[in-house]
């Protein structure tokens, strides 16, 4: 790490070449759960508000939380990249690969993320909130992603005091984080409620708890590829045990309607099933030219495929990378540079290709 706070010490065109430890599919339930994920929003005393900062108070902020992380004895585990230096395509890969929000790269001023070595870590600096931490696990792990960003929250809040009121709790910039500030998501791939047209009922029963579904890359973001976030919507009044209970009271119901989905699919429409997942590896490993949308339908397919054993010799963490890394911007970092958007169909149906026929 250099010394002026550039980011040659973290290499993103080797980032995309390595999995992330939360897509191995190695936890609990990832037959269908993706990743637990908790995130946690801060706010230092003494500063104001995002909205209402400068661009000198930005960079003031980054660079005291940077310096006071680093020298946690956890925060050595943390490489810094200062955001606002990167292109487009370099922030929108950080987005892709869920270490940056989207409200991260789109911003602007002074602002930058620390990452964790194994990618399941990262500290957001000066997204809506000062600090955003999160934890990435594979599988529904909940309670152990809870433990660990506990440990992490602790650690810093020994060196940086957190504007915390004995009565509301700690102070956000969205009323609807005030309190705990916590953030609680499971990422699902549920294409048996999809197929059956049933998904718009979790939507409903979600609804009326308090949670929240939404796309791939959270709040605003389109269901691609049949993964959905259950979070919860508001912290304030409510405790992080509560907020953990009430995801692991009703995820293991979603499993439970996919997993009959699922079976009753192959009872009454089985010849049809394997004709859908059939085509679509037949198109994912001969189409000379294939947008990102339908890449991640018909990876949806494979992946649902895989898991019924209808699909030999590829597994689920294969899987779960080609979603990934055939995104727009993990397509042309693999293929060394900037790609118009025919160039990106073909690079991307020839990795593809490339991939699946190993």
Known sequence: MTPDGENSSFNLTDLVQRSGRWLCASGPESDIVISTRIRLARNVVGFPFMSRA?????????????????????????????????????????????????????????????????????????????????????????????????????????????????????LTACPTNVGTGIRVSVMLHLPGLRITREIQKVHQAAQKINLAVRGLYGEGSQAMGDFYQISNQVTLGCTESELLDSLAEVVPNILGYERRVRDLLCRDNKSQLDDQIS????????????????????????????????????????VNELFIQTQPSHLQKISGGPLKTPERNEARAAFLQQRLKK
């Open 54 to 170: 400068d661009d000198d108070t930005k960079k003031q902020l980054v660079d005291t939380l940077r310096s006071t992380i680093q020298a946690t004895e956890i925060g050595r585990n943390y490489q810094f990249l200062n955001v606002e230096e990167l292109n487009e395509l370099d922030r929108q890969l950080l987005v892709e690969r869920q270490l940056i929000s989207r409200e991260l790269a789109q911003s602007s001023g002074p602002r930058g993320v620390m990452i964790g070595n194994s990618e399941q870590t990262s500290i957001m600096l000066n997204e809506e909130d000062h600090v955003r931490m999160q934890i990435l696990n594979s599988g529904l792990a909940l309670e152990e992603s809870w433990a660990e960003i506990d440990v992490l929250d602790n650690a810093l809040e020994e060196r940086i005091s957190f504007a915390f009121d004995e009565t509301l709790g700690y």
């Open 279 to 318: 085509r679509a590896m037949g198109v994912l490993t001969s189409a000379r030219s294939i947008s990102s949308e339908e890449t991640m339908h018909l990876l949806s397919s494979v992946r649902l495929g895989v898991n019924l054993g209808m699909v030999p010799d590829i597994d689920i963490a294969t």
